[in-house]
């Protein structure tokens, strides 16, 4: 069973930084497109940052320049990197991630469990 795992997030002042993991694990023959969602209350979820494993990166129009996505395709783990964060960036973090199982034909879409992230002014 494909399972997505997140680690990281927290509490911290405005313009402090902390840092996500996801870590891929079950029986895995592909994964495509990795990344992370946030939802704050009330808030529809909205896409923070994307790679694919052709290492293309989209990012939020919010975020540009403050965060940094990174992949690590050997281990099936992506990383997000927030910097200078802001009262506003408060939300659960989702990963997300579009894996082929072993003996699978079709790509599915997988999320993590979520991470809060609270960040004071």
């Known amino acids: 069973q494909v399972q997505l795992v997140e680690s990281g997030g927290g509490f911290v002042q405005a313009g402090g930084s902390l840092r996500l993991a996801c870590a891929v694990s079950?029986?895995?023959?592909?994964?495509?497109?990795m990344g992370w969602y946030r939802q704050a209350p009330g808030n529809q979820r909205e896409l923070v940052a994307l790679?694919?494993?052709?290492?293309?990166?989209w990012y939020g129009e919010s975020v540009k320049g403050r965060f940094t996505i990174s992949r690590d395709n050997a281990k099936n783990m992506v990383t997000l990197q927030m910097d200078d964060l802001k009262p506003e960036d408060t939300a659960v973090y989702y990963c997300?991630?579009?894996?082929?199982?072993?003996?699978?034909?079709?790509?599915?879409?997988?999320w993590g469990q979520g991470a809060q992230v609270s960040v004071s002014s």
């Open positions: 997300n991630a579009n894996i082929r199982e072993l003996l699978i034909k079709s790509y599915e879409m997988y």
């Open positions: 079950g029986n895995v023959f592909s994964v495509n497109g």
């Open positions: 790679t694919n494993n052709g290492g293309n990166i």
